[in-house]
């Protein structure tokens, strides 16, 4: 059972524009929120982070919406870039957790294009 | 340029061989995992080791052997693989078991089975 539902699959926008990579979750447990960002050949980098008890996280241009109550959170990612062309993908962990939580629950990520 | 250091970064053999992966971090991280990754999917967990001792094993078979000779390093031995085995093998780690969230990977090994 998948732990974490991540779309789209996939998305092209132009330079400049916005875009925005959606992810749900079921476990309440879960209290830690990572997104990843890879480049095709390269290992999965942490890109940002948020926990529960914040709406919103920014980061240059990254930044994470977080809805508890609906149990979602998003990534918008302003000015895209080129260089942002990457596939993303968010998780869920348990921050200090052990046994079913002391693992990283991947969404199926999104591919992202960034037309010149 | 990551601090999980991974060799070989590319592997090609055949499904009679035994070949190790491995794997370097040298943050004083307590917690290594491996994690399989296929095309267009995201990482898939194999194992993790804590304190240096096996503590998930998300039932891999037999056919890859996890070592943690100590808290820096990390192997992963490969013996009669199937082709289906061919995946990207990224090595992670974070700064304690309970910290899975925060991972740092390495580059990851490019596994090819003939």
């Known amino acids: 059972q998948q732990q974490v539902k991540q779309s789209p699959q996939s998305l092209i926008v132009q330079k400049g524009g916005i875009s925005i990579i959606n992810c749900a979750y079921e476990n309440t447990a879960f209290d830690y929120f990572p997104w990843y960002q890879q480049f095709p050949g390269k290992g999965p980098a942490l890109l940002i982070a948020?926990?529960?008890d914040v709406s919103e996280k920014k980061e240059g241009r990254f930044t994470i919406s977080f809805n508890k109550s609906a149990k979602q959170f998003s990534l918008h990612i302003m000015d895209s870039q080129p260089g942002d062309s990457a596939t993303y993908f968010c998780a869920a962990s348990i921050e200090w957790g052990e046994g079913f939580g002391n693992v990283l629950h991947c969404g199926s990520g999104t591919q992202v294009i960034v037309l010149p | 340029d990551t601090e999980v250091t991974q060799t070989p970064k590319h592997l090609v053999m055949g499904m009679t061989n035994k070949k190790s992966l491995k794997c370097e971090q040298h943050?004083?991280?307590?917690?290594m995992y491996w994690y399989k990754q296929k095309a267009k999917k995201p990482p898939e967990l194999m194992f993790v080791?804590?304190?240096?001792?096996?503590?998930i094993n998300e039932s891999v078979p037999s056919r890859f052997s996890p070592e943690c000779p100590n808290s820096s390093l990390l192997n992963l031995h490969l013996h009669a693989l199937q082709p289906e085995d061919s995946a990207l093998y990224l090595c992670?780690?974070?700064?304690?078991?309970?910290?899975?969230?925060?991972?740092?990977f390495g580059e990851g090994s490019r596994l090819t089975v003939l």
């Open positions: 948020i926990r529960p």
């Open positions: 943050m004083g991280h307590r917690a």
């Open positions: 080791y804590s304190y240096e001792k096996l503590s």
């Open positions: 992670a780690s974070s700064l304690t078991p309970g910290r899975s969230g925060e991972l740092f």
